[in-house]
């Protein structure tokens, strides 16, 4: 008899966790590697924030808090919608987790029932169709096409049926760093308010990761006749350098919020009472690093892709935003690694490249859309250029 559940044989494990515990693990036997396998800045967490934390500790908020967030983050969250996105919430339509992919189990696990389907534009987030699949839900994959990576509206037409719950849309994204223009949303909003059973969940993690002159709206700011259907998700991890300390929200329909902090009730309780005060302070308090941190990473980019386009056989895209390339690899498939293995998909490539330079990255199949694989480019320009020369390397070798 199995151990594994039948929710749990619907899953598969995190492959962008995977890729990275698998660096670690060469890294401990003394290989030289250079993982860029994890979205994870390489920046600290501003020292205002940790000074909050430890305020928070010395004045003894170490106890259990209410389930689903503090009233003081709730109302910093409330503040940042109505100054970042126009989008006007009181706290009883706020919900804190302990990090971003509660907030989306939470949604999931609190609205699914056998049957209902969610669409999930691809290249997705790694989790998106495991959580849906756990829940009970069925993921509904739309391919979208490089160099764009961004879903047409057409195709959402095309995807929608009467089973059609849930549509998630990650802007920028992770893994392609696509990012929705206002325009853009307007057309897929079009769709959406012809389907009132669909609602949104737009995961915004990324929002303060773009580059050049790219403008941020979020769904429900360009159409609020979505707002009633939409949950808009947001956090703290990347913008401010905070994946450690787990905290992540959103903002939306009350009766939604209510069903979410019910689960979150009987699952994880309460986010940690010392991240949520780290977290008031993080965005209530001074703001001023977030571009200088984002022109850092547009400069990476730009490193990143002018060196993969250098590459034999590979096609980078240029992203809007987040800190991901996604680069096609079709112009080597059928060739032979030194190994003398036939690069047959992405995963081959990416399996062939660690084990001939030291360079790990996560293959596309893990997030739906091949044969491609994503970079994460939140590391130092020294270790980007070094990983970039050996994907040169490795790619001229092959035969």
């Given amino acids: 008899m199995s151990l594994e559940s039948a929710a749990l044989a619907r899953v598969k494990p995190s492959a962008t966790m995977a890729a990275d515990a698998k660096a670690r693990e060469l890294k401990a036997q003394g290989r030289d590697i250079i993982s860029l396998a994890a979205g994870e800045p390489d920046f600290d967490t501003p020292d205002n924030i940790k000074d909050a934390a430890i305020r928070a500790i010395r004045d003894g908020k170490t106890k259990y808090t209410n389930v689903d967030g503090i009233p003081e983050l709730k109302a910093a969250i409330c503040a940042k919608f109505a100054r970042e996105n126009g989008l006007a919430y009181k706290p009883g339509q ?39 699949a756990l829940a009970g839900g069925t993921p509904r994959a739309i391919m979208t096409e490089a160099p764009s990576f961004k879903v047409r509206p057409e195709q959402l037409e095309a995807a929608i049926t009467p089973r059609t719950r849930w549509l998630i849309l990650n802007s920028p994204s992770n893994p392609s760093g696509a990012a929705y223009t206002k325009a853009e949303l307007r057309a897929l909003a079009d ?32 159409e609020p006749a979505l707002y009633e259907r939409t949950l808009t998700m947001n956090g703290v991890s990347k913008a401010y350098a905070m994946t450690g300390w787990r ?20 699952t994880t309780s309460n986010p940690c009472s010392i991240s949520q005060w780290a977290a008031v302070e993080a965005l209530s308090g001074p703001q001023d690093f977030i571009k200088p941190n984002a022109r850092k990473f547009e400069e990476r980019r730009d490193l990143v ?34 190994s003398g293995k036939v690069i047959g998909s992405d995963e081959d490539f990416a399996v062939e490249l660690l084990e001939a330079e030291g360079v790990s990255v996560v293959f596309g199949a893990a997030f739906g859309l091949s044969p491609f694989f994503r970079i994460s480019y939140a590391t ?4 980007l250029e070094e990983a970039c020369s050996r994907i040169q390397r490795f790619c001229a070798s092959l035969g």
């Fill in 191 to 222: 769709v959406l308010l012809k389907h009132p059973q669909v609602w949104i969940l737009t995961d915004d993690m990324y929002e303060h990761l773009v580059f050049g002159d790219f403008a941020f709206f979020t769904i429900a700011q360009v």
């Fill in 305 to 338: 892709v002018s060196m993969l386009n250098q590459a034999r056989g590979i096609r980078c895209p240029t992203p809007e935003g987040a800190f991901y390339v996604y680069p096609s690899v079709e112009g080597l498939i059928g060739k032979k690694a030194p």
């Fill in 247 to 266: 905290i992540g929200y959103a903002g939306g329909p009350e009766p939604l919020i209510k069903a979410m902090a019910k689960v979150e009730s009987q």
């Fill in 94 to 132: 706020i919900n804190v987790s302990p990090g971003g992919k509660p907030v989306i189990w939470n949604a999931m696990i609190a609205t699914l029932n056998p049957g209902d389907e969610v669409v999930i534009p691809a290249p997705y987030w790694v989790s998106y169709p495991d959580m849906v």
């Fill in 380 to 383: 130092s320009n020294a270790n």
